[in-house]
């Protein structure tokens, strides 16, 4: 997965590896890539999702987050945009994860995983 951050408020940014995209999954319930397809593909969420979205996008090994934290930075996102934008923050980030290299969702790895080694 590429990892990318795409700016969000207050000097934070928001970034989906693949271990906030877990923690994502687990605290939405979703336990299947099924779930995560049909989840996203609905969009069928409401406030507390989002903000558990921007959560896992916000956790850094360095900095992590609360979830209590989140309501104050959505609120200062709140003075300069609306809530549109902030669904569209989210939904680019998160989409942002799975680009590679020339911009364009593959669906496939960027590099071929390495051969296991004959030890």
Not at 35 to 63: P, V
Not at 69 to 87: A, K, Q, S
Request: charged share 25%; with cysteine; proline share 6%.
């Amino acid at each position: 997965m590429v990892e990318k951050s795409t700016p969000f408020t207050g000097g934070h940014s928001l970034r989906y590896s693949w271990d906030n995209m877990e923690l994502m999954c687990d605290a939405l319930g979703l336990d299947t890539l099924q779930d995560f397809a049909d989840f996203f593909k609905n969009q069928n969420f409401g406030l507390r999702h989002l903000k558990t979205m921007i959560w896992a996008g916000l956790q850094r090994e360095d900095q992590p987050f609360a979830i209590r934290d989140v309501g104050p930075l959505i609120d200062e996102f709140f003075e300069d945009h609306d809530f549109n934008e902030l669904l569209e923050s989210v939904m680019s980030a998160i989409t942002n994860s799975w680009v590679g290299k020339q911009g364009e969702a593959t669906g496939e790895p960027q590099k071929k995983p390495p051969k296991p080694s004959k030890n």
